[in-house]
């Protein structure tokens, strides 16, 4: 069998959050080139509308679906808006997130509990909504991070909200197993956006990214394999599974 038969998404739905900006929209755009029909959802409505452009430009099939993850209510309509459009979600990419900092004793309690909301509750709604309505082959990708699953100082909202996503992650595949949905979680560790940009390009950034094996920061299309293999059949036989992309750094962490 060739590599094109196994990672092959042709045909699948895939609705992608947090896809105005960094891993998000490098996730939809990989998937879309494959010939996945994509759902792009995020705050960011002009970003959206242009990522869809560009997306239906290369021959590909996008629908924007303006959301705050963080709007609970909607996340029903979210999804009757992508079977609307393209038909029922088959990939599921809970992908959209904050990145918080602070020490525990300067933490406030509403940036504790807004790293909890975004990062670990959305996705827990948004995957709930998404088990009530997935049948056998469709696929449930939470994004993670490395700092999760290892401890850094003065990130402890962050780290424990995903944290939760990998466990979580790992339940949900349990349940949600004899109907034939997989959950994988994707564990990035530190990846160059638009956000952080300025800082990696930095003296600042040094120490850090020293630390790293590898001897680099990621790229967003270091992940390409990544999102292909957990949405295709290639990981057919894989569940429950968390799948790290660090350049080495959780050897170190």
């Known amino acids: 069998m060739t590599a094109a038969a196994v990672f092959d998404v042709a045909g699948a739905v895939a609705l992608v959050t947090g896809a105005s900006s960094g891993l998000g929209e490098r996730f939809a755009r990989v998937l879309a080139a494959n010939g996945a029909r994509v759902a792009l959802a995020g705050r960011r409505r002009e970003a959206l509308d242009r990522l869809a452009g560009e997306i239906a430009a290369s ?3 996008a629908t924007v679906v303006p959301f ?3 709007d609970r ?3 029903p309509g979210v999804f ?3 079977e609307a459009a393209l038909g029922p979600v088959t990939v599921l990419v809970n992908n959209a997130g904050i990145a918080g900092g602070g020490t525990i004793a300067d933490l406030t309690y509403e940036a504790w509990r807004e790293s909890l909301d975004v990062d670990l509750d959305a996705l827990f709604l948004m995957s709930k909504e998404g088990a009530r309505r997935m049948t056998a082959g469709a696929r449930i ?4 991070s490395i700092l999760g699953l290892r401890p850094r100082a003065a990130h402890g909202a962050y ?6 996503v990998v466990q979580l992650s790992r339940i949900m595949a349990l349940e949600l197993a004899p109907a034939g949905v997989r959950v994988n979680t994707l564990a990035p560790g530190y990846v160059v956006t638009g956000m952080n940009r300025a800082f990696f390009a930095s003296e600042a950034s040094r120490p850090l990214v020293a630390e790293i094996p590898l001897g680099r920061v990621g790229q967003v ?3 390409d394999g990544a999102i292909l293999f957990l949405a295709s059949a290639a990981s057919r036989f894989m569940t429950g599974a968390t799948l790290v992309i660090d350049g080495g750094h959780t050897m170190v962490l």
């Open 221 to 223: 299309d270091d992940f």
């Open 68 to 70: 705050d993850i963080r």
């Open 73 to 75: 209510d909607r996340i």
């Open 141 to 144: 990708i939470n994004v993670a």
């Open 59 to 61: 021959g590909g099939t």
């Open 159 to 164: 780290s424990a909200a995903k944290a939760g």
């Open 80 to 82: 009757d808006a992508v």
